[in-house]
């Protein structure tokens, strides 16, 4: 069952095309457009499938976008001191806080399905999150 799952995850998502505004790839249902500063790489024979997207901010830092099977329990860290909720049409975003190993806190946003999650993490400006937000609120 988790290799079918694979499968219908690494063909649901799929590269569409650079646009003006980025590069656009499609994960049901929706397609989204990320920015042109991303490079993608995809590992489907490792043993967590996952593609990720890696990006350089405003300032030359690094974020990523990772669309993974939604296989994870997101609370189960020590270091996880809160989880918000909000549902977006078919995703529940996840607007999660936890401390860094500096002991800083630090937010991540992950908009999941039923079977696949996409995690932002790291360097990202606000203007990413309310990207993606708005796009998938439609």
Not at 37 to 47: G, H, I, N, R
Not at 110 to 131: K, N
């Amino acid at each position: 069952m988790r290799t079918l799952t694979m499968l219908l995850l690494f063909f649901s998502v799929s590269l569409l095309a650079n646009t003006k505004e980025g590069v656009a790839i499609k994960i049901f249902p929706d397609r989204l457009i990320f920015p042109k500063s991303c490079e993608t790489s995809a590992q489907p024979k490792s043993k967590e499938f996952s593609i990720l997207l890696t990006c350089t901010n405003s300032t030359n830092g690094k974020y990523f976008f990772n669309f993974r099977l939604n296989n994870i329990e997101l609370g189960e860290d020590e270091n996880v001191v809160s989880i918000k909720e909000i549902q977006i049409k078919s995703y529940t975003r996840y607007e999660l806080t936890d401390k860094g190993p500096d002991g800083d806190l630090r937010t991540s946003y992950h908009y999941c399905t039923q079977e696949v999650c996409l995690d932002l993490v790291a360097d990202y400006d606000q203007s990413v999150v309310d990207s993606i937000t708005s796009q998938l609120t439609g």
